[in-house]
């Protein structure tokens, strides 16, 4: 899928005019991962943002470091991943890697990002505001996953 | 219209996924997660509809195929 056109179908995007989507696609850099391919491990420091073109990445946080890690979230195309640590400038909280041979990522630099949402208070707005309604959304999965397998444990 | 779906496996051990699909997820379809089939059982809205996009819940269990 054109760049420019998966953007327009990226939630931390929507409200942004065509010709900003545009530019912002110009930033973003394409990559074709392997399965199991690791994006960032938790603890490194965050310098990019990536977005699902197409393909699943899982996000898993690491127990143990002999352990294979607990998946939290596969997250699949249209999908954000990143944005936290570029946003409070933390550690990766945790490790991402690709789950299906077919997965294509698109990163952004933290320095690009940051340019980007400056450029504009609108622009700088809208990100942000999107960011923020995508955790929510996120959290509202988790607390469903959460009720789901309580549900399940009682029975 | 852009769907934004949260899928959440019954069976509270599969993590399930977020993703945006170009049609509503209907109960009866097979969807493959990651490497993973379900099949979804319910749909609900999850927030109300913003701009281009509408957020789904999908809940959806196993059907014990896993791609290779």
Redesign the interface.
């Known amino acids: 899928m054109e760049l420019a056109k998966l953007l327009r179908s990226v939630e931390m995007f929507a409200g942004l005019a065509p010709d900003d989507l545009q530019k912002l696609a110009s930033i973003f850099v394409e990559r074709h991962l392997q399965e199991n391919e690791v994006i960032f491990h938790e603890g490194d420091i965050a310098e990019s943002l990536f977005l699902v073109m197409s393909g699943f990445i899982e996000v898993v946080k690491e127990d143990s470091p002999r352990s294979e890690g607990r998946v939290l979230v596969n997250l699949g195309p249209g999908q954000s991943v990143g944005e936290m640590s570029l946003i409070d400038h933390g550690l990766r909280s945790a490790t991402v890697r690709a789950s299906t041979s077919d997965t294509v990522i698109a990163s952004v630099s933290r320095e690009a990002f940051d340019a980007f949402c400056e450029s504009n208070t609108l622009i700088g707005y809208r990100v942000m505001r999107n960011i923020a309604a995508d955790l929510s959304f996120r959290l509202r999965h988790k607390d469903l996953q959460n009720a789901q397998a309580q549900s399940g444990s009682h029975k | 219209m852009?769907y934004?779906v949260?899928y959440?496996?019954?069976?509270?051990?599969n993590?399930?996924?977020?993703?945006?699909?170009e049609k509503p997820p209907q109960v009866g379809e097979k969807v493959v997660?990651?490497?993973v089939e379900f099949e979804i059982v319910e749909v609900m809205e999850?927030?109300p509809p913003?701009?281009?996009?509408s957020?789904l819940?999908a809940?959806c269990r196993p059907t014990g195929k896993e791609?290779p």
Do not use: C, Q
Not at chain 2, 8 to 13: F, I, N, T, W
Not at chain 2, 50 to 53: A, I, L, P, T, V
């Open positions: 852009i934004k949260s959440v496996p019954l069976d509270g051990k993590p399930g996924a977020i993703a945006n699909i997660l990651g490497k999850l927030m913003r701009g281009e996009f957020f819940h809940t791609l």
